[in-house]
């Protein structure tokens, strides 16, 4: 799992934002992260306190296997920007660089014979439905993803300590953004209450 391209943006205008519903005057309102601003970003699941963090854009690179990117799309407030295609490119990757160390060498040798004869036989669609159905869950593809830190508060809480070393490590990830200790990083009896889940 790699991370790049990171881009955080809106940060202090969202944290600005925060202290609207408490204002008569927006203009007089500040970006400094005070603590009713954290306060509300550590509030509960499903207590809409910490709506502000929607406005906190995350955007990045990020490549990981295919076994991640099936549990990611759970996650409907995470926008794929754009991603490597398997249906355009399976015949011009290659195989052994683009699977991670838990893909088998068998697995790995099968699906370089079942590209080499999809590239020899370019028109025939079995050939290429068999390389592609084959691909194994190893797989590493990168996409552009478009996300907020209301969202990554929840994928934080979900997966800190999930069986795939992936999200344990895009959640270290998450650690890295600005202000997520604050902002983010959950209080530890919720992070308790996640791995009951």
């Known amino acids: 799992m790699r991370v790049s391209n990171v881009r955080v943006s809106d940060l202090e205008e969202s944290v600005k934002a925060s202290k609207y519903p408490m204002s008569i005057s927006p203009d007089s309102c500040t970006t400094e992260l005070t603590k009713t601003a954290q306060a509300l970003a550590q509030s509960g699941k499903g207590e809409g306190h910490d709506q502000y963090l929607t ?97 990554l508060k929840t994928v934080y809480a979900q997966r800190n300590n999930h069986r795939l070393p992936e999200w344990r490590a895009f959640c270290k990830f998450i650690e890295t953004l600005p202000r997520a200790k604050e902002l983010i990083i959950p209080k530890q009896k919720d992070l308790e209450q996640g791995a009951e889940m």
């Open 55 to 151: 406005g906190i854009l995350v955007s990045f690179d990020l490549t990981c296997s295919n076994k991640m990117w099936v549990e990611m799309e759970r996650y409907r407030f995470v926008s794929f920007v754009s991603s490597q295609s398997t249906m355009h490119r399976i015949t011009r990757f290659n195989i052994k660089e683009q699977c991670n160390g838990y893909v088998d060498e068998i697995i790995l040798n099968r699906l370089q014979q079942l590209q080499e004869e999809s590239i020899q036989d370019p028109t025939n669609d079995e050939k290429k439905l068999r390389l592609l159905y084959n691909v194994p869950s190893g797989f590493e593809l990168t996409a552009r993803l478009t996300t907020n830190y209301r969202a």
